[in-house]
C-alpha cells in the first residue's frame, strides 16, 4: 500500500495524512467512501440481511439484540434521558422466529466478528490495513429496524462507520461527562451533546475516535459495518503479559531458596523482613529482565484468536503449491520472532523474511515456498494440518 496515496476511502486523504491529521484526533465524515453499489444495480455488501441472520444463529458466532421499546419517530432531540423499561438486551444465538419481526420499530440486531466467516467481510477489513494489525479488532455488522440503535455512547476504540444498506442518521460530539444512565442493560450517556449530525447512505462512512460520543439511529432499514480498532489499557495489557511470562516459566531445581540473614532474631515477629523484600524483588527482577521474553509475550498475547474461533484441522500441505493464511489466522512479527495464533517462533535470515511477507501479504506464492528451509517448510505443514493456513 502506498500510504501517501490519495484514496476515496478516506476522503481523499492518504493513509499517511489519515493517520497524522485524523486519527483519534477528531471525527471525520467520508461520502462515497466505497462503491457499494455495482453498475448492474446490484448491491456489493459484504454480507445480506440474512446471511447475517444465519450468522446470528450460530453458536461460535456473538452476537445480540437491542430492543428499544417506544422508539421515537423523530431522533434529532431527545429531552431526557432513557427509562429501564424503554430497552432490552437478548444475547444470541438466535433462531429467526426468536428475533422480532422486520415490521416492528426500534431494534437492532449486532453480530461480531463477521469478518472471520464472511470473505467479503474479510476483503473489506483488508482496506484498512494502513493500521497495524495488532490493534484490530474485528469487523461488526448491525442490522437495525426503522428507530433502531443502541443509544449514545462512547467506546474506547477507534470505529470506521460504513453505511451498506439503507440510512442512519448519526449525531456526534465530545463528551465531558462520561456518567451512564443507571438500570439500564445497555451503556447509554447521561449526558449527550451533540456537535454535529448527518445521515449516511449506503458507501458513506464515518471515523469516530475513542471516548468521542455518537448516537446512530436507522431512518429505514439499514445495515452498518463498524471496523473496530482495540486501545488496550496499559493495566489490562500488562496482566496479560505478566501471566503469559509466568505461564512459561519453569521452576529451576538448583535455583537457591531464600536463607535468613545472621543475626536475624526478632522482636517483631509480625514486621516483613527485610531480606524477603530484596529477595522477592530479585526474583522478579530476574524474570523480566530479559526483553525477548516480554517481546515474545505480546506477539504471543496480540494474536491469541478469540475464544470462539475455531479452524478446520486435518488438512495436507500439497507439493507445489502456495500458501495463504486463514482469514481467521493473526499473524505478526518483530526483529527476532513472528507469531501466528498465540505461538511464536525464533526467525532469522531468508526465512524471517520469507515468513514477514507471508504475515504482510497474507500469502506466499509457490517459488517463495520452495524458498523456506526444510525447518520452515515443516511448520508451515503444521501451520496447514491445524487449518490456519491452505494451500494457494
Avoid at 58 to 74: C, G, L, N, T, Y
Wanted: hydrophobic share 40%.
Amino acid at each position: 500500500m502506498n500510504l501517501r496515496e490519495p484514496l476515496a476511502l478516506l476522503g481523499g486523504l492518504s493513509p499517511a495524512a489519515f493517520m497524522r491529521d485524523v486519527w483519534q484526533k477528531r471525527p471525520l465524515l467520508i461520502r462515497n467512501a466505497l462503491p457499494l453499489v455495482a453498475e448492474s444495480g446490484a448491491p456489493l455488501a459484504p454480507v445480506t440481511p440474512a446471511q447475517l441472520f444465519e450468522l446470528a444463529s450460530r453458536d461460535d458466532v456473538e452476537s445480540r439484540v437491542v430492543i428499544q421499546d417506544a422508539a421515537p419517530a423523530k431522533t434529532k432531540t431527545r429531552s431526557k434521558a432513557p427509562s429501564a423499561e424503554a430497552w432490552q438486551l437478548k444475547h444470541g444465538p438466535f433462531a429467526r422466529r426468536a428475533l422480532p419481526p422486520m415490521s416492528q420499530r426500534g431494534w437492532t440486531m449486532l453480530v461480531q466478528g463477521v469478518d472471520l466467516h464472511v470473505q467479503a467481510a474479510h476483503d473489506l477489513l483488508q482496506r484498512f490495513r494502513f493500521v497495524a494489525d495488532a490493534r484490530v479488532d474485528d469487523l461488526m455488522v448491525s442490522y437495525a429496524s426503522p428507530g433502531g440503535g443502541v443509544g449514545a455512547h462512547v467506546d474506547s476504540y477507534d470505529v470506521f462507520l460504513l453505511q451498506v444498506h439503507g440510512h442512519r442518521r448519526w449525531r456526534v460530539g465530545p463528551v465531558d461527562d462520561p456518567a451512564i444512565v443507571e438500570g439500564l442493560p445497555v451503556r447509554i450517556l447521561e449526558h449527550f451533546e451533540p456537535t454535529d449530525e448527518w445521515v449516511l447512505g449506503p458507501g458513506d462512512m464515518l471515523y469516530v475516535p475513542p471516548r468521542w460520543g455518537h448516537d446512530g439511529v436507522a431512518e429505514d432499514e439499514c445495515m452498518t459495518c463498524s471496523i473496530g480498532f482495540r486501545t488496550p489499557m496499559g493495566t489490562e495489557l500488562a496482566r496479560e503479559l505478566l501471566q503469559r511470562v509466568l505461564d512459561d516459566v519453569e521452576a529451576d531445581p538448583d535455583e537457591p531458596h531464600f536463607r535468613d540473614p545472621p543475626r536475624s532474631a526478632t522482636e517483631t515477629p509480625a514486621r516483613m523482613p527485610e531480606a524477603l523484600d530484596r529477595f522477592a524483588r530479585k526474583a522478579v527482577d530476574r524474570l523480566l529482565k530479559d526483553p525477548a521474553q516480554l517481546a515474545r509475550a505480546l506477539g504471543e498475547v496480540m494474536t491469541e484468536p478469540k475464544p470462539e474461533v475455531w479452524f478446520d484441522t486435518g488438512l495436507e500441505r500439497g507439493v507445489g503449491a502456495g500458501l495463504r493464511l486463514d482469514r481467521r489466522t493473526r499473524m505478526m512479527y518483530d526483529d527476532r520472532h513472528v507469531f501466528i495464533n498465540g505461538e511464536s517462533f525464533n526467525a532469522a535470515g531468508r526465512d524471517a523474511r520469507l515468513m514477514r511477507e507471508l504475515a504482510d501479504a497474507r500469502r506466499l506464492t509457490a517459488p517463495q515456498c520452495e524458498r523456506l528451509s526444510a525447518d520452515a517448510q515443516a511448520v508451515v505443514a503444521d501451520w496447514v494440518a491445524q487449518g490456519w493456513a491452505h494451500d494457494d
